[in-house]
């Protein structure tokens, strides 16, 4: 079973930056798309942005331009670098394959507000 591990989250005031990883088993990076997701309180996980193995990214409308995803498929790790952090970032953020098929980690919070 895959498993994912997400680190890098914390408090931030807005405007600030914060730069996630989630690393995972060595099978999986370097054929499938990775995705960031986030889940707000009382809300449904979203996809923040994926990335091709190729290092093609997509972002979802509310965070392009200020997040940028990348990849290093040597270390089995994709990272979120988040730029201009706003307080509806705040989130639970989550990586898995795109589309998701693999057990989701326990995510790493991100908390924006002054």
């Known amino acids: 079973q895959v498993r994912f591990v997400e680190s890098g989250g914390g408090w931030v005031q807005p405007g600030g930056s914060l730069r996630l990883s989630c690393a995972g088993s060595?099978?999986?990076?370097?054929?499938?798309?990775m995705g960031w997701y986030r889940q707000a309180p009382e809300k449904q996980r979203d996809l923040v942005a994926f990335?091709?193995?190729?290092?093609?990214?997509y972002y979802a409308d509310s965070v392009k331009g200020r997040f940028t995803i990348s990849r290093d498929n040597t270390k089995n790790t994709v990272y979120l670098q988040m730029n201009s952090l706003k307080p509806e970032d705040t989130a639970v953020y989550y990586c898995?394959?795109?589309?998701?098929?693999?057990?989701w980690g326990q995510g790493t919070q991100v908390t924006v507000s002054s």
């Open positions: 990335i091709s193995p190729g290092g093609n990214p």
């Open positions: 898995n394959q795109y589309p998701s098929r693999s057990v």
């Open positions: 060595a099978s999986i990076f370097s054929i499938y798309d």
